[in-house]
């Protein structure tokens, strides 16, 4: 059974960084591209990162472009996201997603975590 559990989440003031976590287990997690997706309240999901499978590439939205820093660990299964200079409208569920196609994260990735807040208050 695949589990993608996310961590790391909380409330930070406007400025400041957390480190977004996740741990993949029950898949070949080398296999798989990662990503972080957000969902502010009343707002569709919305991609924020994603590393491909070997870590060798990333791809970040503009929003966050500059801000934040997605990396992989191969050997612990883990997938995290370096969040600094966060802003209210950072303020959402992070969830995080593996994708079989290694070479990018869709909107229909294979797998999805049960999210992690993050809010940021001013």
């Known amino acids: 059974q695949v589990q993608l559990v996310e961590s790391g989440g909380g409330l930070v003031q406007v400025g400041g960084s957390l480190t977004l976590s996740c741990a993949a287990s029950?898949?070949?997690?080398?296999?798989?591209?990662m990503g972080w997706f957000r969902q502010a309240p009343g707002k569709e999901r919305q991609f924020v990162a994603y590393?491909?499978?070997?870590?060798?590439?990333?791809s970040y939205t503009g929003a966050v472009k500059g801000r934040f820093t997605i990396s992989r660990d191969n050997v612990k299964n883990t997938v995290s996201l370096q969040m600094n200079n966060l802003q209210p409208e950072d303020t959402a569920t992070y969830y995080c997603a593996a994708d079989s196609r290694r070479l990018i994260v869709t909107t229909t990735p294979n797998y999805w975590g049960r999210g992690t807040q993050v809010t940021v208050s001013s």
């Open positions: 590393i491909i499978y070997n870590g060798g590439r990333t």
């Open positions: 029950g898949l070949t997690f080398s296999n798989y591209a």
